[in-house]
């Protein structure tokens, strides 16, 4: 686990900060479609993601969902930060976008490790302005651009996590996590294929330009 740790954060941590990781930490291997957070529950690790992707999402009083924000390598979660700090419960639901391999640390240490290492109280900051720029990001796209402008954007995020150009989620999963309608996404779906931009498969959609 420590040579994984110096690749993906050694940038970040000294070498005395690494090995403490690598001594309290825990490995973790996850599928697609694993629920690490869920809304309501007590958080007792944070995660440090070595590869993969997580998709963070919230929801409303009917239990529809929204999709929030994607972690990737090299991330933490501010959502996660909060809760640990101030041992709340969790407002959002983090489920790995794809397979992923991460780092649980103990909530035990957040604090001291802000107290003894520098580079750590600054990799919490970057964390929280990171993701509250997304989190603007999505409110933006919600408050001023049409859906087809959302769902374009939607797609680019996925692609580029793929990272072979497709996107494997139904046009009822993509609608939950945009909080629309499924036939609103199809319709929006055929539109953009007719511009060229992607191509519907049975399975899967294929973007061609985004």
Same mark, same amino acid.
């Given at each position: 686990?420590?040579?994984?740790?110096?690749?993906?954060?050694?940038?970040?941590? +000294?070498?005395?900060?690494?090995?403490?990781?690598?001594? %309290?930490?825990?490995?973790?291997?996850?599928? +697609?479609?694993?629920?690490?957070?869920?809304?309501?529950?007590? %958080?007792?690790?944070?995660?440090?993601?070595?590869?993969?992707?997580? @998709?963070?999402?919230?929801?409303?009083?009917?239990?529809? +969902?929204?999709?929030?924000?994607?972690?990737?390598?090299?991330?933490?979660?501010?959502?996660?930060?909060?809760?640990?700090?101030?041992?709340? @419960?969790?407002?959002?639901? =983090?489920?790995?976008?794809?397979?992923?391999?991460?780092?649980?640390?103990?909530?035990?240490?957040? +604090?001291?490790?802000? =107290?003894?290492?520098?580079?750590?109280? @600054?990799?919490?900051?970057?964390?929280?302005?990171?993701?509250?720029?997304?989190?603007?990001?999505?409110?933006?796209?919600?408050?001023?651009?049409?859906?087809?402008?959302?769902?374009?954007?939607?797609?680019?995020?996925?692609?580029?996590?793929?990272?072979?150009?497709?996107?494997?989620?139904?046009?009822?999963?993509?609608?939950?996590?945009?909080?629309?309608?499924?036939? %609103? %996404?199809?319709?929006?779906?055929? @539109?953009?294929?007719?511009?060229?931009?992607?191509?519907?498969?049975?399975?899967?959609?294929?973007?061609?330009?985004?």
């Amino acid at each position: 686990m420590i040579q994984e740790l110096k690749t993906n954060f050694g940038h970040l941590f +000294e070498d005395e900060l690494l090995h403490e990781i690598n001594q %309290v930490g825990t490995y973790k291997e996850v599928p +697609e479609g694993f629920k690490l957070i869920e809304i309501g529950s007590y %958080v007792k690790v944070m995660p440090l993601l070595i590869s993969g992707a997580i @998709k963070i999402l919230r929801e409303d009083n009917d239990g529809d +969902e929204l999709l929030l924000y994607f972690l990737e390598k090299g991330d933490t979660c501010a959502m996660t930060l909060s809760c640990c700090l101030g041992q709340t @419960k969790s407002e959002i639901r =983090a489920i790995s976008e794809t397979e992923a391999k991460l780092i649980m640390v103990p909530i035990q240490k957040m +604090e001291e490790w802000s =107290a003894n290492y520098k580079s750590w109280r @600054k990799f919490v900051f970057a964390s929280y302005h990171n993701r509250l720029n997304e989190m603007l990001s999505t409110i933006d796209s919600i408050a001023f651009l049409k859906m087809d402008e959302r769902l374009l954007n939607y797609l680019g995020d996925k692609a580029r996590i793929s990272k072979d150009g497709i996107v494997h989620n139904t046009h009822q999963e993509i609608a939950y996590e945009l909080h629309t309608s499924r036939v %609103v %996404v199809s319709r929006l779906l055929k @539109k953009l294929e007719n511009l060229g931009k992607i191509e519907l498969h049975r399975n899967y959609i294929l973007i061609k330009e985004i």
